[in-house]
Each structure stands twice: as structure tokens, then as C-alpha cells.
């Protein structure tokens, strides 16, 4: 208990650090949420309300968006923003908790090894730069986190399946990669001989709230307008943009964020490589062992397969589950220590890594690396937001982070840049495509918050296309623009 209390603590202090009045939005899918919670605060339904008509959403599972919405429907959105900031703290504090108090308990890295070293993982993922990060914007991890352990640990302890079933399915219902927990637990148990039906209860929850869920995205995925799919369609969508050709295509990624924080510092390419290989190695022994004493071995084992044939950068879904990844590793390298031959590298192996994440650590915290990004963000669309706001309330803007604009202005808002998947390519819209879409989406104005940003290039194409089609209106420093479109001659 002592263990699991002192993670939480030094998580929940730590973290603190990291607590923000950036704007609402400035990594999109946190202004989403904002969006989404506030619909459903106002009684508006489960619909993105900064899109012209307000189509339903499908490409989030509703359970994060619900639990902000009493947040969203009391306070301001600065102030929201901020009491679901502490909430997100908080949460992560608490699976930091539960993750040391658990492996301790059950000793699952290795009977002989310390009883303070679990925790002692844990503490060091929790505070990890870019969970920090994670955890101080509005984004579902934390919320996952904790549903997650606590569906392990209630496997792990023979818990009630309806109780393990429900964990598993509110994990889903947060992120839609929590269908790994139910199968891994289902797994888990019948690796364990556990009686097929019980381990099936566990099951009936999930597959309840993944009906329900499904059966939500198949009525409304089609109020999605094509040109949006990638980011509010439904994960089918994007399987269809995709095709086969395209899974599999994140798999030499998936060590990648993991390696930046650990092994950035060495100067030497093929050292680098080296100790890069070793260290997978050594985490997949490590979770091979894991499936065999708990039931967050064949969790992750799904959970990162899942990562390794989706079309996505994998850093967030990583940050999620690092104090589980950590425990991982560390019983591969234990097991691998009790072998005279293997000690000296394995001890060299992690020497390396502890040096590196400390070096990457006290590096981050002397420059905030948590929050740079945000501020720089948030500090740039201050300056745009008075602007949006004094334009006519019908207007409808297209802009990067659109939600924010929404958010802080009250204006219709979509995004301005486009792509789309075909098979293994990205694909950006022609001029007319481009036109086109925004004409279906009613816009008035277009707003360039960054000249460096990819919208650039696409408005680049646009106004060659069709001169006098956008007259600028404001101009900021930095090549930044309000565009408004012209009526039709």
C-alpha cells in the first residue's frame, strides 16, 4: 500500500507542474472533447456543434466527453478547462497508484527482487515528459489509464467477471483501443484454466457496449461529409481509405517514442541500433513472461498489435499504458539477470537506458518541454480569437484547430486542411476538390494561423487556382491572414 500510495503522490505533485491555462484545443482532439461535452451539457446530443448542421460524432467513444460535460455546462470554457485539467491530475495519479500498489502486492516482477523497485518504475513512467504532457491537456489517457488497472487488477485478483466485464467495457467506451483489455483478459483467464463460462461473462459487457457503440457509429457515420472522414469518420472509414495494403504500416514506428526518451542521447548510429535491439528484445521476453502472471501481459500484447496495423503515429497510445510497458521490461531483464552470461550486458543495457531517461528527464523539466508547445499555440490563436469573434454570428471559418475557434468565439468552424488515405499514400484535395468542400460547408472566411503549416501549401493552390475567389481582410504578423470569401460574380 505504501508504494502505491507514495507513486500516486509524487505523481500528483509532479504534475502539478504541468498545470496549464492554455487555450482549450490547441492539440485538437482535447477541443473536441470540449466540444463534444458541451453539446451534451446544453442537451444537444452526442453531435461536433462547431460543425455546419452538427453531425453526430463516431470517431470518439462517448464515455470522456460525458464525464466533462457537467464541467462544460456549469463554467466557462477557461474555467472548465481548468477544473478538468486538476480532473485529468488526478486521475493519473490514481493509476499511477493502483499500477504500484498492485505489482507490488502481487510481486509481479519477481519474487526475489525489491518491494520498493515496482513502484519505483511506475513513479518514474508517471512522470515521464511526454505523459505529462499528455495528462495536461484534455485528452481521454487518464481516464483510460485508470479503467485499464482497474479491469487488470480485478482479473488478476479472480474478481467478479461482471465486475472485470464492466471495467473492460468502460475502458472501450473511452478509447476504442480498450477492446484489447477484453480480450486479454479473456485470455488471460483461460490460460489460467479458468471455466470457459466465467471467463466468457467477462466478455458480455464488452461485447454489450461495443454493440452499442457500433451500432451508434453505423446510424451516423454517413452525417460525416467525405472530405472529413480521416478525423471525424469512423475507424471503418478509415480502414476503407486504407486497405489491406496500409496495416502493418506503424509496426517499425512502434519503438520509435520509446527510444527518444531512453537512448536519444547516444551520439554512435550503429551503438544506437545496438542497444535499441537489445532493448526490444528484452521487452518482448519480458511480455511473453507477463502473460503467464497477470492479465495486463495479453493486454498489451493486443494492445500493441492493434498499434502495429493502424495508420497512426503510436506516441499517445504508448504514453498510455508506459508504467505497464516499464513493469514489462523490467521482468524480462530480471529474468535474464538470474543467467550468469547475460548479466553484464543486461546490466550495461540498463545503465544505459536509466542514464539516458534521467538525462532526457532533467532535460525536459529545466525547459518545461510539457507545455512549450501548447503555450506556443494557445499564445498565437489569443491573437487571431478577437478577430473571428467580431465577425457575423452566420459565419461559417475555415482554420486549423477548429474546434478551438468554435470554442472561444461561437463561430461554425471546419478544418481547413485535408487529406486522405489511399492504400499506403496521403492524398491532399485538388484546388477544385479543395473549393468544393468548402462551398458544401457554407464557409465565409478562412483563417491562416500559421504561414509554416500545411494549410499554408493548400491555400497557396487555392487562391493560384482562383484569383479573387478570397480577399484578405486582416493581416497579423507572420504571414497569418483572414481570408473572406467572395460572392459569386
Not at 60 to 83: E, K, N, R
Not at 149 to 163: E, K, N, Q
Not at 247 to 268: F, H, K, N, Q, Y
Amino acid at each position: 500500500m505504501k508504494g502505491g500510495l507514495a507513486a500516486a503522490g509524487v505523481a500528483l505533485a509532479v504534475g502539478a507542474l504541468a498545470l496549464n491555462r492554455a487555450l482549450i484545443g490547441v492539440f485538437y482532439d482535447d477541443g473536441l472533447y470540449a466540444g463534444l461535452a458541451t453539446a451534451l451539457a446544453h442537451g444537444s446530443g452526442y453531435v461536433h456543434p462547431h460543425l455546419p448542421g452538427t453531425p453526430a460524432a463516431v470517431h470518439y467513444p462517448p464515455l470522456y466527453p460525458a464525464v466533462l460535460a457537467p464541467l462544460f455546462g456549469l463554467l466557462s470554457v477557461s474555467a472548465a478547462g481548468v477544473v478538468a485539467k486538476v480532473l485529468n491530475l488526478f486521475l493519473a495519479a490514481v493509476a499511477a497508484g493502483l499500477i504500484a500498489w498492485h505489482a507490488a502486492r502481487t510481486e509481479l516482477l519477481d519474487p526475489s527482487a525489491p518491494r520498493w523497485l515496482a513502484p519505483a518504475l511506475v513513479t518514474a513512467a508517471a512522470i515521464a515528459i511526454p505523459v505529462l504532457a499528455t495528462q495536461s491537456v484534455l485528452f481521454a489517457e487518464p481516464l483510460f489509464a485508470v479503467l485499464l488497472a482497474a479491469a487488470v487488477i480485478l482479473a488478476d485478483r479472480g474478481g467478479s467477471p461482471w465486475l472485470i466485464g464492466t471495467a473492460a467495457a468502460l475502458a472501450l467506451l473511452t478509447r476504442s483501443i480498450g477492446v484489447a483489455a477484453g480480450a486479454g483478459i479473456a485470455c488471460f483467464l483461460l490460460e489460467r484454466r479458468t471455466p470457459w463460462r466465467r471467463a466468457l461473462k467477462t466478455l458480455i459487457p464488452l461485447a454489450v457496449a461495443a454493440l452499442v457503440w457500433g451500432l451508434w457509429v453505423v446510424s451516423h457515420e454517413r452525417g460525416i461529409d467525405p472530405a472529413l472522414g480521416l478525423n471525424y469518420g469512423s475507424y471503418g472509414e478509415i480502414l476503407r481509405q486504407t486497405g489491406l495494403s496500409a496495416l502493418g504500416v506503424s509496426a517499425p514506428d512502434l519503438p520509435r517514442p520509446l527510444e527518444v526518451i531512453t537512448l536519444g542521447w547516444i551520439p554512435v548510429r550503429w551503438i544506437y541500433h545496438l542497444a535499441a535491439a537489445a532493448t526490444l528484445g528484452v521487452g518482448l521476453y519480458g511480455l511473453a513472461l507477463l502473460t503467464r502472471r497477470s492479465a495486463v501481459g495479453f493486454t498489451l500484447v493486443f494492445y500493441v498489435a492493434i498499434l502495429a496495423i493502424w495508420p497512426y503515429p503510436p506516441d499517445r497510445f504508448l504514453w498510455a499504458v508506459l508504467p505497464w510497458l516499464v513493469l514489462a521490461w523490467a521482468v524480462g531483464a530480471l529474468a535474464l539477470w538470474r543467467l550468469r552470461w547475460t548479466r553484464v550486458p543486461v546490466g550495461l543495457l540498463v545503465a544505459a537506458l536509466a542514464g539516458g531517461y534521467a538525462y532526457y528527464e532533467v532535460r525536459g523539466f529545466a525547459g518545461r518541454w510539457w507545455g512549450t508547445q501548447a503555450q506556443a499555440i494557445s499564445a498565437n490563436f489569443n491573437e487571431l480569437i478577437p478577430a473571428v469573434a467580431d465577425l457575423p454570428a452566420g459565419t461559417v471559418v475555415a482554420t486549423d484547430d477548429e474546434a478551438l475557434v468554435w470554442l472561444y468565439t461561437h463561430r461554425s468552424a471546419v478544418p481547413f486542411y485535408l487529406e486522405r488515405y489511399r492504400g499506403r499514400e496521403t492524398l491532399r484535395p485538388s484546388p477544385a476538390e479543395h473549393r468544393a468542400y468548402l462551398e458544401r460547408m457554407g464557409v465565409t472566411h478562412v483563417l491562416l494561423a500559421s504561414a509554416t503549416s500545411p494549410s499554408a501549401g493548400e491555400l497557396r493552390e487555392l487562391l493560384q487556382a482562383y484569383p479573387g475567389w478570397l480577399a484578405g481582410v486582416k493581416r497579423w504578423s507572420g504571414g497569418r491572414w483572414l481570408f473572406a470569401v467572395q460572392p459569386a460574380k
